[in-house]
């Protein structure tokens, strides 16, 4: 019973503290969290008061052990970003150029993640695993382009092969591709 009123409390809660839609806004204002990157964002005044925010609620969030007592934390910080100036969660659409007010589901994700962000932050000991798997995607990458490039000089040798009339039937002992007509090296 009390799990059907915190839902629908919830539900309450959030239909009023922040519209479903995806409405338009002329502009940011000062109170504004801007949902996106960059040092637009970043430096924004409502996402530095936001951060303020986040980092005053990190450690009553990291203390939920329900998922119902993070939403309330959630709902807490979404309260207190609408406060008395009236904050919302904008994204801007780069076609139009044109700033919306993000659904309630992308400013709880929003927060979600700059909650979590903070409470690894406040734990030193994680930083350098996570230097340690940007360097390991790193090296990675760098294999995976390197085999991209190569299979893409493959493919444009193929192609122009296969325009000059060669086809191809498979590959020799040395699992080198070579067509019917033979290489131009003369091997089969």
């Known amino acids: 019973l009390r799990l059907k009123n915190l839902g629908k409390a919830y539900a309450q ?36 008061r936001f951060r303020e925010i986040i ?5 009553e969030y990291q203390n939920t052990k329900t998922k119902s007592e993070k939403n309330t934390v959630l709902i807490a910080i979404i309260k207190q970003v609408r406060g008395e100036s009236g904050g919302r969660f904008l994204r801007k659409d780069f076609v139009t150029q044109e700033w919306h007010e993000v659904k309630r589901d992308e ?24 230097r340690k798997i940007r360097e390991k995607s790193s090296a990675q990458e760098v294999d995976l382009k390197k085999l991209i ?7 444009v040798t193929l192609v122009k092969e296969q325009s000059e009339g060669k086809h191809f039937s498979g590959s020799d002992s040395d699992g080198d591709y070579c ?7 003369g091997r089969y």
Do not use: W
């Open 55 to 59: 980092r005053a609620n990190t450690e």
């Open 107 to 130: 400013a709880r994700e929003k927060i979600g993640q700059s909650l979590r962000e903070a409470i690894s932050n406040m734990d030193p000991s994680r930083k350098p695993k996570r």
């Open 149 to 155: 490039q190569y299979q893409e000089e493959i493919f």
């Open 179 to 185: 067509s019917e007509q033979g290489d131009s090296d």
């Open 13 to 48: 809660e959030m239909s009023t503290t922040m519209a479903n839609t995806d409405s338009s806004a002329t502009k940011p204002t000062d109170a504004d969290v801007i949902c996106g990157r960059g040092k637009e964002a970043f430096n924004h005044k409502g996402n530095r």
